[in-house]
C-alpha cells in the first residue's frame, strides 16, 4: 500500500536499528506522550528490536486515559436522560466511571451511539429535533479542531438540539508538568498529530527550560525509530532542541485555519488529568459566544460522587514513572475485558497496548 | 471481582458478548456448558460430533442477523448456508442436510425475501447439501430488524478425521495455512454499513469451501486441525487454537496477504485486520512433509488460490500465539476482549 509500506520497510528499520545502536551505550530514556505512538510501538514489536540501553516510557497522550472519571460519570448521567443522544467516538463507551459506564447504560437502553465524525452526530441532531445531542469531545489538539468546526457547523444552520461536552485538552501544559513533577526523560517523542495542527513551536522553551529533546514523529515504524535516532544524538551531542521527523504531514506553523477556528470556539480552563491532577490552563471548554451549545451550561444533570479506584496505578504510569507490569492490578483483576484503569480501556493506552502485545502476564 | 463485571452479570447483555471475544467465552463457559453440561458440549468445537448406531454424524447450528442483508459479495441467505456448511466441513465432515428458519419482520418486501431465498438455494445446490426442513416467524414491525435466518446442519464424518476440529495431534514444526487474504467480509460489511458516502470495491469473501475442504482431505495427507475463520478474525482462531492445545505459535505477519482496499481501509479506521471477520478463509494445520502437496491442491480451487503457509507450531512459549511483525518485531497476538471500535485519533 503506498505511504504505508515505505515507512514498514524491513530493510530501513534495521539501518535505523544499527544506526542507533552505535552511536551510544549510555542509556537513554525518552517518552512516547501519544497514544498512538503506544498503539504504534507495541503493534509493531519495535522494543523487541530496539538495544538496551534505549528505554521507552509511555506518556499521557492517550485521550481516553486522562479523561476524569468525573467527565465519565457526567456523560452516564447525560445518557440516563429521556431526551438525551450521546454521540461519541468507540474508545470511550468502555471507560469505567464510578459505578458504570456508558457501555453498560447503553445495555441498559440509553441511547448511545459511536460515530465516526462529528459531522454524523450534527446529522443525528437534525433528523431528532426533539431531542438534545450530545457530542463527548475528547482528545488534544488534533480532535479540538473537528469539535470546532462542529459547532461552527451548528451554529451556521441554528441546530439548537446540538451540545458539546468538551474534555478537549492541550498537550505542552502536561508535558511541562511531567517534568515539574519529577519524571526524568532524556526527550520526548512529540505527538505528530497535534503538531499538524499546531506547529512544531509549541515546544520551543522545552529544550532550554527543561533539558530535554523534542523530535515531531510520525506513526509508522521508520517514523519513531528515526525519531528515536534524532533524539539520541540529541542527548550524546548535548544539543537539545526541537525536530521536525514528521516532515510530510507537519509545518512549522501548523494548520493556521484550524488553529483559528479552535481559538473562534475554545476557551482556555484549568482542567484535571488522570495521573496528573489540575493543569493550569490544559483545557479547553466551549467560549461565552457559543454557549448555546456548551452541554455543562445548557443540560442541568444531576452527577453520582465521583469514587476512585484502590490500587490502579494509572497515574503513575501515565507520568512514566512506572511500566504496566509494576502494577498488583495488571493482568491479574485488570484485563482488557475488565479494565480496572483507563490505560487498560483505550487501544493507545500503555496498559492496553502492553497487554495484548507484549505480555499479558501470565 | 470489579464493580462493572457485577453490574455486567446481574444485569444486562452487552453486544460484546456477541462478539466472538473473551466476553462471548466467558458467557458460554459460565452459562451455557454451566447448565447445559454434557461431554460433548464442553469440546466446544464447530459442530457436535455424534455417533449414532455407529455412524459418526457432525451436527451444528448458527444464526445470521448481518446488517445489512445485501453486501457486496453476498447476502444474508449466502451466508446463513456458507456459515453452516463451513462449520461442518472444517469439522472433517461431507455436509448433507441443513434446517433453514425465518424470523421475518412484518412489512419485509416479498421480494427481497424471494432473492434471498433464492440466493439459498444456488448456494446450497453448489455446495451439494439439501434444505430439508424449516420454520417461519413474523414479528411485529421493530421486534427485529428485516430479517433473521437460523441455519442446523448435519453432514458424516470418517472417524480418522474426528480429531481435526480439537487439533489435539497438533504438535511442534506442525505448518499453520490459510487459503487467501484476510479480513475482506469484515470491511464489506463495515463499508455498505456505515460509509454511506463512502465508496469501496471491498467485497465479502462469502463461500462454501466444503468442496475445497474435500480435496484436501482426499489427498490422504495428515490434517491435524481446520477451523474456518468467521467473527474474531484469525487473531482468535489462533488463540483459541494455542490456549486449548497448550502449544505455541509462530506467525509471520509478512505471510499473510491483505487486499489493499481492505488494507487501507483498516489503517484508516485503526482497525487490526487480524480480528476482522472473514466467512471464505479457513486456517489449517498439517506436517511439515505434507504441505506442499495441501497448497496445491488448494491453490486449484477457486477460493484457493493464494493459500500459503504463515506460521508454524512452535514448542517454546506455551499457549501464546507470537507475530513475527512485517518489520522484523516481535509481539503476543491475543484474544480480543470486545468488538473492535475505530480509534479516536
Not at chain 1, 119 to 146: C, H, M, R, S, Y
Not at chain 1, 316 to 330: A, Y
Not at chain 1, 333 to 347: D, E, F, L, R, W
Not at chain 2, 16 to 24: A, D, Q, R
Amino acid at each position: 500500500m503506498k505511504y504505508i509500506d515505505e515507512f514498514r520497510d524491513k530493510e530501513i528499520v534495521f539501518k535505523l536499528i544499527e544506526k542507533i545502536s552505535s552511536v551510544t551505550q549510555k542509556e537513554i530514556v525518552l517518552m512516547e506522550v501519544c497514544g498512538g505512538h503506544t498503539w504504534a510501538i507495541q503493534k509493531f514489536g519495535i522494543p523487541s528490536l530496539l538495544p538496551k540501553n534505549i528505554k521507552l516510557l509511555s506518556g499521557p497522550g492517550c485521550p481516553v486515559c486522562v479523561t476524569s472519571k468525573k467527565f465519565i460519570d457526567q456523560a452516564v448521567a447525560y445518557s440516563r436522560l429521556n431526551d438525551v443522544i450521546i454521540t461519541t467516538y468507540g474508545d470511550l463507551i468502555r471507560v469505567p466511571g464510578s459505578t458504570s459506564s456508558l457501555n453498560v447504560e447503553k445495555g441498559k437502553g440509553a441511547d448511545i451511539r459511536i460515530v465516526y465524525s462529528i459531522l454524523d452526530a450534527l446529522q443525528i441532531a437534525n433528523e431528532n429535533p426533539a431531542k438534545k445531542i450530545v457530542f463527548l469531545g475528547i482528545g488534544f489538539e488534533t480532535t479540538a479542531p473537528g469539535s470546532a468546526a462542529g459547532i461552527i457547523n451548528a451554529a451556521r444552520k441554528s441546530l439548537n438540539n446540538f451540545f458539546l461536552f468538551s474534555s478537549h485538552k492541550i498537550m505542552p501544559p502536561a508535558m511541562a508538568a511531567l517534568i515539574d513533577e519529577g519524571v526524568t526523560i532524556n526527550g520526548y517523542i512529540a505527538p505528530g498529530h497535534v503538531s499538524a495542527i499546531t506547529g512544531s513551536h509549541i515546544y520551543d522553551d522545552m529544550p532550554a527550560k527543561y533539558g530535554v529533546g523534542c523530535v515531531i514523529s510520525g506513526f509508522e515504524p521508520t517514523d519513531i525509530l528515526q525519531s528515536i535516532y534524532m533524539l539520541v544524538k540529541q542527548v550524546v551531542e548535548n544539543k537539545f532542541c526541537v525536530e521536525i521527523q514528521y516532515k510530510r504531514v507537519v509545518k512549522p506553523e501548523g494548520n493556521i485555519k484550524a488553529q483559528e477556528i479552535m481559538k473562534e470556539v475554545f476557551a482556555l480552563r484549568d482542567d484535571w488529568w488522570r495521573g496528573l491532577g489540575t493543569i493550569k490552563n490544559s483545557g479547553l471548554c466551549v467560549n461565552e459566544k457559543f454557549s448555546n451549545f456548551d452541554a455543562e451550561k445548557m443540560i442541568q444533570v444531576q452527577v453520582e460522587e465521583t469514587k476512585e479506584e484502590t490500587g490502579c496505578i494509572c497515574g503513575e504510569i501515565l507520568k512514566g514513572l512506572k511500566t504496566p507490569h509494576q502494577c498488583k492490578l495488571f493482568a491479574t483483576v485488570c484485563t482488557t475485558s475488565n479494565p480496572i484503569g483507563a490505560c487498560m480501556v483505550s487501544q493507545e493506552g500503555a496498559c492496553n497496548a502492553y497487554f495484548r502485545f507484549n505480555n499479558n502476564g501470565k | 471481582m470489579h464493580i462493572l463485571d457485577l453490574i455486567i452479570m446481574e444485569n444486562n447483555i452487552l453486544l460484546g458478548h456477541g462478539s466472538g471475544g473473551t466476553l462471548s467465552h466467558n458467557l458460554i463457559k459460565d452459562l451455557f456448558v454451566r447448565y447445559f453440561d454434557n461431554h460433548i458440549l464442553k469440546l466446544q468445537t464447530d459442530s457436535a460430533l455424534l455417533n449414532m448406531n455407529g455412524a459418526n454424524i457432525a451436527f451444528t447450528t448458527d444464526s445470521f442477523i448481518v446488517d445489512p442483508i445485501f453486501f457486496p459479495g453476498g447476502d444474508i441467505g449466502k451466508l446463513a448456508v456458507c456459515g453452516t456448511v463451513n462449520d461442518l466441513a472444517v469439522s472433517g465432515a461431507i455436509p448433507k442436510y441443513l434446517s433453514a428458519s425465518f424470523i421475518i419482520e412484518e412489512g419485509f418486501s416479498f421480494k427481497e425475501l424471494e432473492t434471498i431465498v433464492s440466493s439459498m438455494a444456488d448456494e446450497a445446490k453448489k455446495a451439494g447439501v439439501l434444505i430439508v426442513t424449516g420454520d417461519t416467524k413474523v414479528v411485529n414491525k421493530g421486534q427485529c430488524d428485516k430479517l433473521f435466518i437460523n441455519t442446523s446442519g448435519i453432514g458424516v464424518i470418517e472417524e480418522k478425521h474426528k480429531s481435526i476440529s480439537t487439533g489435539e495431534k497438533i504438535k511442534s514444526g506442525d505448518k499453520i495455512i490459510i487459503n487467501g487474504t484476510i479480513a475482506d467480509h469484515g470491511m464489506a460489511i463495515m463499508a455498505a454499513r456505515n460509509f454511506e458516502n463512502f465508496k469501496t470495491n471491498i467485497k465479502s469473501d462469502c463461500a462454501c469451501l466444503n468442496h475445497m475442504i474435500k480435496e484436501i482431505l482426499d489427498t490422504n495427507c495428515i490434517i491435524k486441525f481446520i477451523r474456518d475463520a468467521t467473527r474474531g478474525g484469525i487473531a482468535t482462531i489462533l488463540c483459541e487454537l494455542t490456549e486449548k492445545n497448550n502449544i505455541g505459535i509462530e506467525i509471520d505477519e509478512s505471510k499473510v496477504a491483505a487486499n489493499e482496499n481492505v488494507r487501507g481501509m483498516c489503517e484508516l479506521l485503526g482497525f487490526d485486520p487480524f480480528y476482522v471477520a472473514n466467512e471464505g478463509k479457513i486456517i489449517l494445520v498439517a506436517p511439515d512433509e505434507d504441505v506442499d502437496k495441501i497448497i496445491s491442491v488448494m491453490k486449484q480451487n477457486e477460493f484457493g488460490k493464494d493459500s500459503a503457509v504463515i506460521g508454524e507450531v512452535v514448542n517454546n512459549r506455551s499457549g501464546k500465539a507470537v507475530l513475527k511483525t512485517g518489520i522484523g518485531g516481535k509481539r503476543i497476538i491475543d484474544m480480543l476482549a470486545d468488538e473492535q471500535l475505530p480509534r479516536i485519533c
